[in-house]
């Protein structure tokens, strides 16, 4: 009934008849204690940090030993992440978009990074690693040492946009107390499709030379050839440092260079800075640049709402 005890007889209902089942029934309902509902917080169901598979376990042979990258949604859709590149995401499902493996990677100081370990929450995925050769060189020539990078992935809160912050910290007595500046290079491709017909066909696009890309002073534009898809992507402008300028290739790839300035931590010797990116998908390129280029410019408010906005929706 209504009052959670179900199998009992309401009061409407003929009391239990002399049946010892129906009776014990009865009884286990009426003497089974009252249970309060506490709905967990986004936090108490997130992952713990994980070890990222190898690209190379990741195979039919072995998919036994190949642990999943996190996915994420935004009630809209959804985007997966990349286990070889910590900028990287793929399988981008927006509907009626679609974007495949693409997005780019990120170049730090002159050193690459791939994924070292993963984390999921419902709104954000997590990525962390140290470079794979040498270390991470600032502006003026010197080494960082003990230099981390670590990017987490949002989805823009009911929106057809991706939000990236991509942050990097260091170790060193000698380099953090000034502030040090490190040269950010990403490579970025808009790999997304207005899927045509319903049921959608989920054709995920792999080929850059299937998109224009152009450049202007305030982000990258890349227009699908086979659809009306057009995505863009700008780096939020408050980030210290600031933007160094964007380029478009002629096979449909792109890149943002920036100039990110480590900020000294209270004691300890550290410092700390991000870059935050942003993409907007659509089809009017005018509105979609327009958006990516405002929403990097009120990073913090979309990317803070990306979380509270989740939690109030999983409350609601």
């Not at 009911?158 to 990097?168: I, K, P, Q």
């Amino acid at each position: 009934g209504g009052d959670g005890q179900q199998g009992c007889p309401s009061a409407a209902e003929p009391p239990c008849q002399d049946d010892g089942a129906l009776l014990q029934l009865c009884h286990d309902c009426q003497s089974a204690p009252v249970v309060s509902v506490v709905v967990p917080t986004l936090e108490d169901l997130s992952g713990r940090w994980l070890d990222v598979s190898p690209p190379d376990n990741c195979t039919l042979e072995n998919e036994n030993l190949c642990r999943d990258s996190p996915v994420i949604s935004n009630f809209w859709g959804s985007v997966g992440t990349n286990r070889d590149d910590l900028f990287g995401i793929n399988s981008l499902t927006l509907a009626p978009y679609a974007g495949g493996n693409f997005s780019g990677s990120a170049i730090v100081g002159g050193a690459t990074f791939q994924p070292r370990l993963q984390r999921w929450r419902a709104y954000e995925a997590l990525r962390r690693s140290w470079p794979l050769q040498g270390g991470v060189r600032t502006t003026g020539g010197a080494q960082l040492k003990e230099a981390t990078l670590e990017t987490a992935v949002r989805l823009g809160f009911e929106r057809n946009m991706v939000l990236w912050r991509l942050r990097v910290d260091a170790i060193d007595h000698d380099l953090c107390p000034p502030g040090p500046e490190v040269q950010v290079s990403l490579s970025l491709v808009g790999l997304v499709r207005k899927l045509q017909t319903f049921p959608w066909q989920f054709d995920y696009p792999s080929d850059p030379a299937d998109f224009a890309a152009s450049s202007s002073k305030v982000g990258l534009l890349f227009r699908d050839r086979h659809s009306a898809a057009v995505a863009s992507f700008a780096v939020a402008t408050t980030c210290p440092g600031g933007v160094v300028g964007y380029g478009a290739n002629a096979d449909g790839t792109g890149s943002a260079q920036a100039v990110l300035r480590l900020v000294p931590s209270d004691g300890g010797g550290g410092c700390s800075g991000s870059l935050d990116v942003v993409m907007a998908v659509g089809d009017d390129a005018g509105w979609v640049q327009d958006e990516a280029s405002d929403a990097a410019g009120r990073f913090e408010t979309l990317w803070r709402e990306a979380r509270d906005l989740w939690q109030a929706r999983w409350e609601s």
